[in-house]
């Protein structure tokens, strides 16, 4: 533990919600297209479009929203309406517009961490809108890194490791994703935290539990505060 310099945070739902936001829109986008398949078929062919283009669109809500607009056109056999695409594209544009809401404790807990370790944004998604989040939460003043990713694969944390002048077992991630947070980190020989939220995307799953000696799963993010020995009551100062 005394070797972590550098705290690395996953942005959504780790520090503010975010899955919950596509879940509504989603529920939405399915009862819109409720004319031609129940609820739980438009998810699953969603998710199936969006799996399909995750390799050239990538993560974020514009391509969420490409991938909506593209399954509406499949299930509808091309005959969705104009008027319906355009709602669709509203969808995306309210998700992008969506207020910053902050998970609890997060200013806390980076107060008590900043000027301990070194702190770092390690995000995926749109490169404009976790710009805008990140300005919007207040948080900025926080990081003295922050890296927008286009996936969260060993190579794109070990590049970010060597960019910040750390060795791996000197770099910690908290995150809600085991997929994309942890298990990258644990095997590159750094230390993971998860904490998870009480929603997580269908493509960040995973369905083993974790053992292992750099591993730690938290319930909450004040539980960093004990698991790196710092007093809690500093939370309140
Ligand atoms: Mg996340």
């Not at 998700?95 to 370790?117: A, F, I, Q, R, S």
Request: aromatic share 8%; hydrophobic share 40%.
């Amino acid at each position: 533990m005394e070797e972590i310099k550098v705290i690395a945070f996953d942005a959504d739902d780790t520090l503010w919600a975010n899955e919950s936001h596509f879940q509504d829109i989603e529920a939405e986008y399915c009862r819109l297209l409720a004319d031609y398949l129940p609820p739980a078929d438009i998810s699953a062919a969603l998710f199936q479009t969006e799996m399909q283009n995750l390799a050239i669109y990538g993560f974020g809500i514009k391509s969420f929203t490409l991938s909506m607009i593209e399954t509406a056109l499949i299930i509808s056999q091309n005959e969705i309406d104009s008027q319906r695409i355009g709602q669709i594209i509203g969808f995306g544009k309210r998700l992008l517009n969506m207020p910053v809401e902050l998970l609890p404790d997060v200013k806390n807990v980076l107060n008590t961490l900043d000027g301990k370790y070194k702190l770092v944004v390690a995000t995926k998604g749109d490169l404009l809108d976790q710009e805008r989040k990140l300005k919007n939460s207040g948080l900025q003043k926080y990081f003295e890194h922050v890296e927008i990713m286009s996936d969260k694969q060993n190579s794109d944390y070990a590049r970010l490791i060597k960019q910040l002048g750390c060795e791996p077992e000197e770099f910690m991630m908290i995150g809600n994703s085991i997929k994309s947070d942890v298990l990258p980190v644990l095997e590159l020989g750094g230390m993971a935290a998860h904490i998870p939220f009480h929603v997580t995307w269908a493509h960040e799953t995973v369905e083993e539990p974790i053992t292992h000696p750099r591993f730690v799963k938290l319930n909450k993010l004040t539980d960093i505060l004990s698991f790196l020995s710092i007093d809690p009551e500093l939370l309140f100062d």
